[in-house]
């Protein structure tokens, strides 16, 4: 347990010093975006890895926030009024999936999901009147918390930073608490959990709720960070780029999704330097992730430095890795 | 009066489109209990692969008709061997045999891009089929009242197939209980090689026979996708007439929307699944709760 205490330490101070150590805004703005990522998979494994349940809309649930605190600033709100504004948009959507899509589970909550995610996409591309449609709004400024402006990639990086370690701490205290252990509980066993008294579906509607607020939050982020919307940010890419975020760590880890984002964003970021293939990448590393490593990048490696750690320490015992993503029952 | 009535006949004419595109995804679903992410990959690959073989990429120009079913062969090659050699490694495991369609869908996505590039290509209407039929004061455009012919062909010709064949039996039997289907002999896993390619080969037609009313552009697959899923959740999964019907309903709301709600169109066209979802989970037909 000591150990785990001195490696997140060192995690976190690594990451508070990493601004002053690469200085180069390029990969200041690099390491943002993977934290921003990162908040927005960490929601989304709450709901895929804890829950079971595998959501192709989640891009939505950001945008939609995104959206609001766009529109809420080009309308002459404050930041304060745009921020609380979006973040409320992204909650009230959230819900409304959720009320339509939880009454599902399995193949045909993907499938649900994935429509309304395609509805959201389709009224920020069509409702040309609010979003401005495929131009999109431009942001013009980024708020200014405490009188620290957040213009220069260091502070918004620092901003970012605050933002993900409160993330990843409500994810772990959400994960140990009794609540995460009955979302884990309707995920394996959801007539046992009905039987045990537990209400399963309103568990996966909080549930639910928890994640569209982790995912409004990095929408929010995101709007702030390229100071641009546009649907785009929206499409069932991105969605599949959320979920390739938590598969490829390693979904119902608390690391894993992390370990995703920054795959992800340092692999788009170098692979667009060299070829302008990013789709192809994408699907191609989707496939052959869920064809040879289904478990993911760091549930993989954990079972291996366990396997190595036993084999080295005869009479310790170690815990089973985790368990790969929940197959949903037909 | 007569915005009216061309309004209708396009929403029709859409709706035999979609019927074409979603009876195979309604099938596959139905037998593999998968929704295939590439349906809408395949519905493009189709289109641009007749297009191609029109402008005489074989060397030949071929006439519109045969590049089309050419085009249909291709992709339903392509299908049966997406099911084969990467569906078949995830036997029994659904979600990851999802997760398998949608990268694939991807990669055809940005192969199509890399291949035909980011120009929309319109496709000529066929020889012959350019005019119009008048009716009294109304005036129709021949290539969609074929179009609607083309469409009802193939609804019956499916039907039949599925009610009065061996295969169709066997297919059927696969959809209502493929584990009892097993038992009694048929080899299911075979049924599901087939049946893809039926489903691919389908879309890939339908692509081709809408392209001088859609025209052929990246995205397209994107397009289509979501109204497949639309039409199937509507009609029912595994149902023929669920998808028939549902892929007129889709037909007129998306024609009408556009027409009279041009900005919330899009968001119209979900407004029926949604009811359906709430009031009616198993789909117009469908026999089993989605």
Known sequence: ?330 | MSFWLLLTVNSITFGGLLFLLSAGFSLIFGLMRIPNLTHGSMFMVGAYLGTSFLSGALGFTLNFWAAAILGALEVAVLGALMERLLLRRLAGQQLAQVLVTLGVSFMVADLCLMGWGGDPISVATPEGLGGFVRAGSAVFPLYRMAVIGIAVVFAIALWLMLERTRLGAMIRAGVDDPQMARVVGIRVSQLFTIVFGLGAGLAGFAGMIGGPILSVYPGLDQDMLPLALVVVILGGTGSLLGSFVGSIIVGFIYNFGQALLPELAYFVLFLPMVLVLVLRPQGLFGGQVL
């Open chain 1, 1 to 330: 347990m000591n150990l785990k205490l001195v490696a997140v330490a060192i995690a976190v101070v690594a990451l508070v010093v990493l601004p002053y150590v690469i200085t180069e805004p390029y990969y200041v703005n690099i390491a943002s975006q993977i934290l921003l990522y990162a908040v927005f998979a960490l929601g989304l494994n709450i709901l895929v890895g804890y829950g079971g349940l595998v959501s192709l809309g989640h891009a939505g649930l950001s945008g939609v926030a995104a959206y609001g605190v766009a529109y809420l600033l080009a309308a002459g709100y404050g930041h304060t009024v745009a921020i609380a504004g979006g973040l409320a948009a992204g909650l009230i959507v959230t819900a409304g999936f959720a009320a339509l899509s939880l009454r599902a589970s399995g193949i045909s909550f993907i499938m649900i999901t994935l429509a309304l995610g395609e509805i959201v996409w389709g009224l920020a591309y069509r409702w040309i009147s609010i979003t401005n449609g495929d131009n999109g709004i431009t942001v013009n400024s980024r708020p200014a918390p405490f009188g620290q402006p957040l213009t220069s990639a260091v502070s918004f990086y620092n901003a970012t930073l605050i933002v993900f370690l409160l993330a990843i701490a409500g994810c772990a205290v959400f994960v140990n608490s009794p609540f995460g252990a009955a979302l884990a509980g309707t995920r394996d066993q959801p007539r046992r959990m009905n039987a045990l008294g537990f209400h399963v579906w309103m568990i996966r509607f909080w549930a639910f709720m928890l994640s569209g607020l982790l995912s409004a939050v990095s929408g929010v982020l995101f709007v702030y960070y390229n100071q641009f919307i546009s649907p785009q940010a929206l499409a069932l890419t991105a969605s599949a780029e959320g979920l390739l975020m938590v598969i490829s760590g390693g979904a119902a880890t608390l690391l894993g999704p992390v370990v995703g984002a920054a795959l992800v964003v340092i692999v788009k970021n170098v692979v667009s330097a060299y070829i302008s293939r990013w789709n192809f990448m994408l699907g191609a590393i989707f496939v052959a992730i869920v064809v040879f490593m289904p478990e993911g990048l760091v549930p993989g490696t954990v079972r291996l430095v366990r396997a190595a750690w036993r084999s080295a320490h005869r009479n310790r015992s170690g815990r089973p890795a985790a368990a790969p993503i929940a197959e949903p029952k037909p």
